[in-house]
């Protein structure tokens, strides 16, 4: 005997609802038992079928869309939360530290698939003055920079313009006999040569004013090579003239490493370093808003920055809670002096100019698709080349337990060893003034966070990948 209409739309919403529960790929394959069942029941579905077809389809829509509000949807085959509430606590974190006073404001954004995943901002332009936040906010990179740089010299590489087994010295003669610093403060000549493999790996025998431990810091703080009004080869030249923390290649040390390879790439092009990297690469790119100077006409873009002002000061860290310190980095970090350049630091970005710096550095590609550096380049620059005894790498008092270092920056080589939620083959870098980045090849995912603290106490960029990961689900 024929369903009543009313029986009909019962089986319907029941046997539509088995089609949820067999997951997202089989809702057709749901309707159409529907269909079949219905139609040996009786003959209803001649005459029944298309309401209760309507009543079955407008179920599963409504209760997908439910899904994809809840962020209970597969997305990129991984299902992420049945609520919200994980991945509302990327916000709250962040809010979290505006709220505290630690930062002035917090930027984020990731993606998956290629595909916006999260992105967002808190916070003020300047917190102190509650000065609101501008759209495309500009960030100093900092350290981000390098990345950028390394990226440009295995570009050469590829080229045949560059070797990573090649002296230093034979672009850069100044450095042909470097000494070695000793215990008692005297030195001794090198054995071996730096190599630019040393310099993209960091372990060239250079150190940064800032790593106070170092016996030759403070050679590095006398010299003021942070001077903005110095040249990239004054300050090279300078470098050159103190002596080395140890042998090449013996040990991992982060360092001044990456401007004395900028400078080998302006001897090694014949151009300056902003033309070779707007060339190569900012442009390739569509970066229309990176770049060592910032026009008048953007400079109402430019994020204040808080914490310290002296370079040299960032890792002296106190128990105190952070605090926003207005800070005037502009001796070292100038806004608008179209001479000024450096290898290791001094690039102005935006969040989305930077994500498309990051893309490429997990993939090699524009987004138009054109190939800048080849697949096996990018797993050779993601590869861990630090040998176990000069590992954990350490910056100051700072540890990254479970990374090596590749030849554009770190990589997860030990999840066992990690401090924060990751994958291995996790890889990217980060700033002084607390901009950070990173590349998952394992969830495909890109992630970037930016503010303008320098020599932050709080490690922002852990927070936030923390963050992001605890909001996936499988």
């Known amino acids: 005997m024929p369903l009543n209409w009313h029986e009909s739309a019962v089986l319907s919403i029941f046997l539509g609802i088995i089609g949820l529960i067999s997951g997202q790929t089989k809702r057709l394959d749901a309707l159409g038992i529907s269909f079949f069942l219905a139609h040996i029941s009786s003959s209803f579905i001649l005459v029944h079928f298309p309401s209760a077809l309507y009543v079955s389809f407008f179920v599963n829509t409504q209760l997908h869309k439910s899904e994809q509000i809840n962020a209970g949807s597969k997305l990129f085959g991984r299902t992420l939360m049945s609520t919200s509430t994980r991945f509302q606590r990327i916000e709250n974190i962040a809010q979290k530290h505006i709220d505290e006073g630690a930062f002035s404001s917090i930027e984020w954004l990731v993606k998956r698939k290629g595909e916006t995943w999260s992105s967002g901002r808190v916070g003020y332009s ?54 070695i610093i000793q215990e008692n403060g005297s030195t001794i000549p ?135 310190i207005p800070s005037d980095p502009s001796d070292h970090h100038p806004v608008n002096d179209k001479k000024f350049c450096r290898g290791g630091y001094g690039l102005y970005s935006t969040i989305d100019d930077y994500s498309r710096c990051v893309d490429f550095l997990g993939s090699g590609l524009t987004s138009r698709g054109e190939r800048l550096l080849s697949s096996k380049m990018i797993e050779l620059m993601w ?55 990173w590349i998952d090849p394992k969830e495909d995912i890109i992630g970037l966070t930016m503010t303008q603290y320098l020599g932050s106490k709080i490690p922002i960029g852990d927070d936030i990948r923390n963050a992001v990961y605890q909001a996936l689900d499988d």
């Open 190 to 324: 090198a054995k071996s040569p730096i190599i630019i493999e040393h310099l993209l790996t960091h372990r060239a025998g250079f150190t940064y004013g800032f790593i106070t431990d170092c016996p030759v810091s403070k050679f590095y703080r006398q010299s003021d090579i942070n001077d903005a009004n110095l040249s990239l080869e004054e300050a090279i030249k300078r470098i050159a003239e103190m002596p080395l923390v140890f042998e090449p290649g013996k040990r991992w040390q982060y360092s001044v490493a990456t401007d004395v390879l900028a400078r080998v790439l302006e001897v090694v092009l014949g151009k300056n370093l902003p033309d070779i990297l707007n060339e190569l690469l900012l442009l390739p790119l569509g970066m229309v808003d990176t770049g060592f100077h910032i026009e008048a006409s953007q400079q109402s873009r430019l994020l204040s920055v808080f914490g310290k002002s002296d370079l040299n000061e960032v890792m002296n860290y106190d128990d105190k809670p952070q605090t926003l």
């Open 126 to 179: 300047d917190a102190v003055n509650k000065m609101p936040l501008p759209n495309k906010p500009i960030y100093r990179n900092y350290s981000m920079t390098q990345p950028i740089v390394s990226a440009v010299a295995l570009m050469l590489v590829e080229m045949g313009k560059l070797r990573l087994f090649d002296p230093v010295a034979a672009y850069l003669p100044e450095f042909a006999n470097m000494s």
């Open 383 to 437: 590869t861990n080349r630090i040998p176990d005894n000069q590992l954990p790498l350490r910056i100051g008092p700072v540890l990254l337990p479970g990374y090596g270092f590749g030849l554009a920056g770190r990589v997860m080589m030990d999840i066992g060893k990690a401090y924060g939620l990751t994958s291995q083959g996790e890889c990217g870098w980060a700033g002084a003034a607390s901009t950070y980045f």
